[in-house]
């Protein structure tokens, strides 16, 4: 880096702060890769490492307001780091549960409840789709469920990579809120 990148980095986050997206966009064109690289690096997982970044970059935009960032390159790759340890936690916990499961229950049992619970989450998640804004459901539905790439999506309805992004990030967020607030309310 160049002497004068930090304190262009430290103007970025000023004009953050007053919500200019060509300063967010900046960051994220500078920083994205890098951090996608590195993510990928630890989790193994393409997909899993995209979806982190984007998290990061969402959660950078919703705090704009309140950053006080003396690094931001220190500040974005502390946040990969919680987020990668977060996600091998979640993974941890995943397959403790599952050796339980198979501990306590029987095979019997299990495919009964799986498809009562299977189809149960599956209506929870068409519900939760359904309360999207409609171009976000379109999006959604194309990369997940016809696992069209950002690219073919961009392409097909005739809008950016990026806004591709931030749809998919978004739906994942919602919905993964959707599917806890049912399950609270339960």
Avoid at 89 to 104: G, I, N, T
Avoid at 125 to 135: F, H, R
């Amino acid at each position: 880096m160049s002497s004068q990148e930090p304190a262009n980095f430290q103007h970025l986050i000023e004009r953050l702060k007053t919500s200019d997206t060509q300063a967010y966009e900046r960051i994220y064109q500078h920083f994205s890769r890098e951090l996608i690289v590195a993510a990928y690096k630890k989790t193994g997982d393409k997909i899993i490492a995209e979806e982190i970044v984007q998290n990061i970059f969402i959660s950078l935009w919703e705090k704009r307001a309140n950053l006080n960032i003396d690094n931001l390159q220190a500040y974005l790759f502390g946040a990969l780091k919680l987020s990668v340890i977060n996600h091998i936690r979640s993974l941890v916990v995943q397959h403790k549960y599952m050796e339980y499961k198979s501990m306590y229950y029987t095979e019997n049992d299990d495919d009964t409840r799986n498809q009562v619970e299977l189809h149960d989450l599956s209506n929870i998640i068409e519900k939760g789709i359904k309360s999207l804004p409609e171009k976000t459901q379109e999006v959604f539905r194309l990369s997940r469920y016809e696992h069209q790439s950002t690219k073919d999506i961009s392409t097909e309805l005739n809008i950016s990579e990026k806004a591709v992004e931030y749809h998919i990030t978004r739906s994942i967020k919602r919905i993964k809120e959707y599917i806890k607030n049912f399950y609270i309310f339960l």
